[in-house]
């Protein structure tokens, strides 16, 4: 599996936007961009995924570069409760067995 | 739907016993997973199971065993425990697909303490 890089933490005021980079050069082109995030003693959940459009649903906005070798998951209010780990990770989902790896993540800390 | 659920919730375990930690779904997902998490880490990859009858290994399987009789359970078996085996457990499952991709879905975890 193709490999993700991410900044180990990043800091945000509650209410205003947060994005949240990764890059993943080698990605190849039937990988999906999966962002699942941790909070606090819980199991991940899912937040987004995309392939080469961007993406939006009731939590998040993906950005994904025209060349797919980047991405950014947009928080557009944060929350406290948005404080969490937050993990881009790349799945081959050609293939019915395609697993989550997953590397260290972004821990986010939302200030009030 | 219960979805992911995993007991027990805490485990302490002397050196060398045995266990198993239950996982059951109720989405009637194909694919189930076992993670490992220890202080500070990402998730990495115990077994996964694609059906009922398949398992297969992931990134750190050594001291783990799988199998997977039905399409609901998935049990993670620790035959000797060892205290490198401290660590949180999380169980996933999703549905899968020839075509598209779908979100995964996890349990809430089974810490497990080895002294």
């Known amino acids: 599996d193709a490999k993700t890089t991410q900044p180990n933490s990043m800091e945000s005021n509650e209410e205003e936007p947060v994005h949240l980079p990764c890059n993943h050069s080698?990605?190849?082109?039937?990988?999906?961009i999966h962002w699942y995030r941790q909070l606090p003693s819980q199991g991940p959940e899912y937040v987004i995924h995309?392939?080469?459009s961007n993406v939006n649903n009731r939590m998040a906005s993906l950005a994904i570069a025209e060349d797919r070798k980047s991405s950014t998951l947009i928080l557009h209010r944060a929350t406290l409760r948005d404080a969490a780990v937050y993990y881009c990770?790349?799945?081959?989902?050609?293939?019915?067995?395609?697993?989550?790896?997953f590397g260290k993540g972004t821990k986010l800390s939302v200030k009030p | 739907n219960a979805g992911v659920t995993q007991t027990p919730k805490f485990q302490v375990l002397k050196t060398g016993q045995s266990m198993t930690l239950q996982c059951a779904q109720d989405?009637?997902?194909?694919?189930m997973s076992w993670y490992r998490q220890d202080p500070g880490m990402g998730l990495r990859l115990i077994h996964y199971?694609?059906?009922?009858?398949?398992?297969d290994q992931g990134e750190v399987p050594n001291g783990y065993n799988v199998s997977r009789s039905t399409t609901e359970d998935f049990p993670l078996r620790l035959l000797s425990a060892a205290p490198s085996q401290t660590s949180v457990y999380f169980c996933?499952?999703?549905?899968?697909?020839?075509?598209?991709?779908?979100?995964?879905?996890f349990g809430p975890g089974t810490r497990l303490t080895v002294t």
């Open positions: 996933a499952s999703r549905i899968v697909s020839g075509s598209g991709t779908y979100e995964q879905y």
């Open positions: 080698t990605i190849s082109g039937t990988d999906y």
């Open positions: 995309g392939l080469t």
């Open positions: 990770i790349l799945r081959d989902d050609g293939g019915s067995q395609g697993n989550l790896i």
């Open positions: 989405m009637n997902h194909e694919y």
């Open positions: 199971s694609v059906g009922a009858g398949i398992t």
